[in-house]
């Protein structure tokens, strides 16, 4: 089967980061395919590199970011979200002046369009919730 | 046309989500997707006429719910069941909202291609 996966909450404030992350990888092992995955609202932390959890905790972006390059996920984080809240990448941080950008890798920025498009290509859409 | 359904469980100010959760609404409404709106809970405090955003420094959610119909969307329902909870009455929402009965709610999610849950 074809997911795609909305995430709402903040990463190490919700559980749904984790939650999200262990149904992609479940789904993925047991040979479904993830068509993508949307970071909405504060999920957006998701995809913060500048995040940095204490020693005995699981790096989310960095989960993410593997779990990414192991499968080809597509992970689109809300840019309209995520620029109010300082997740930013090159591009948008040189249109607005910022000093630095935080993107993860295996992240891109992009716009609702995209998860419109996912909810129409894809056999189930699944939210894990703010 | 596939049909989204939203729910909106949240109220209307002291969290984001249930403003992003209609900019989505909007945003699906612009790709020409026909679009829903199930407002149960505590999200039916959005519905409410007379509320003023601007007194906690936030644009007011009911101006962007009563706007939904230059987008297409006409289908505003407010779950029976929540209001009768509250106290609340049709006539204290905004025009164009509608009452559903829970039975109503079910087969309206069962028929919506994809429902998203605020």
Same mark, same amino acid.
């Given at each position: 089967m074809k997911f795609s996966i909305l995430v709402l909450g903040a990463p190490y404030?919700?559980?749904s980061v984790q939650t999200a992350y262990r149904f992609a990888d479940a789904a993925l092992q047991r040979g479904h395919s993830i068509y993508r995955v949307f970071f909405y609202h504060d999920a957006v932390n998701t995809g913060?590199?500048? =995040?940095? @959890? @204490?020693?005995?905790?699981?790096?989310l972006p960095a989960l993410w970011t593997e779990l990414g390059q192991k499968h080809q996920l597509d992970l689109v984080v809300c840019? =309209? =979200?995520a620029l109010k809240r300082g997740v930013i990448d090159p591009t948008e941080a040189a249109r607005y002046e910022k @000093?630095?950008?935080?993107?993860a890798p295996g992240f891109e920025l992009s716009g609702l369009g995209?998860?419109?498009d996912a909810c129409l290509n894809s056999d189930r859409v699944l939210t894990f919730g703010a | 046309m596939p049909s989204f359904l939203f729910v909106c469980r949240k109220p209307p100010y002291g969290d984001s989500l249930p403003r992003e959760a209609l900019d989505m609404a909007l945003a699906t409404a612009a790709f020409d997707q026909q679009v829903s709106l199930f407002f149960t809970g505590d999200g039916v405090w959005q519905l409410l006429q007379g509320q003023d955003g601007q007194r906690a420094d936030q644009k007011d959610i009911a101006a962007l719910i009563s706007a939904m119909p230059l987008y297409d969307?006409?289908?505003? #329902?407010?779950?029976?069941?929540?209001? *009768?909870? *509250?106290?609340? *009455?049709?006539e204290q929402l905004l025009p164009g909202v509608h009452l559903l009965e829970p039975s109503? #709610?079910?087969t309206l999610a069962a028929e919506s291609d994809v429902v998203l849950n605020f």
């Open positions: 404030s919700r559980q913060n590199a500048l =995040s940095q @959890p @204490p020693q005995d905790a699981a790096s840019i =309209s =979200s @000093p630095a950008a935080n993107l995209q998860w419109v | 969307i006409e289908a505003l #329902y407010a779950d029976s069941s929540s209001l *009768r909870d *509250r106290g609340l *009455r049709l109503a #709610y079910a």
